[in-house]
């Protein structure tokens, strides 16, 4: 059974900055990409980045994140980070990993069956 685990998430002042993991763990975890979602109170999940898990240098971001917000892996450790800087009170959200997909569709949720238990981020202004 493939697990996914979200930690780092926590309360940060507007321009701080937070890193969050996902780390997956099972014996038959595999992936193209391993994905960053987001969903804040009374919206929809929403993409916010995703890397191709086995070639270097293919990563993905949305709009809203582009220039603050990197993501990186380790495949020895299968895990996946977002280092999230020059935060805003609108990047507050439970942010969720997703994982188990088997192509480049990375904005698309029913890509994924492996998600993670989500943590929270919140940003005060």
């Known amino acids: 059974q493939v697990q996914l685990v979200e930690s780092g998430g926590g309360l940060v002042q507007a321009g701080g900055s937070l890193r969050l993991s996902c780390a997956a763990s099972?014996?038959?975890?595999?992936?193209?990409?391993m994905t960053w979602f987001r969903q804040a109170p009374g919206k929809e999940r929403e993409f916010v980045a995703a890397?191709?898990?086995?070639?270097?240098?293919?990563?993905d971001y949305a709009d809203s994140v582009k220039g603050r917000f990197t993501i990186s892996k380790d495949v020895t450790k299968n895990t996946v980070y977002l280092q999230m800087n020059s935060l805003k009170p609108e990047d507050t959200a439970v942010y969720y990993c997703?994982?188990?997909?088997?192509?480049?569709?990375?904005?698309?949720?029913?890509?994924?069956?492996?998600w993670g238990q989500g943590t929270q981020v919140t940003v005060s202004s």
């Open positions: 997703a994982g188990g997909s088997t192509r480049w569709l990375p904005r698309i949720h029913s890509e994924y069956p492996y």
């Open positions: 099972g014996r038959t975890f595999s992936s193209y990409a």
């Open positions: 890397i191709v898990w086995r070639t270097v240098g293919i990563t």
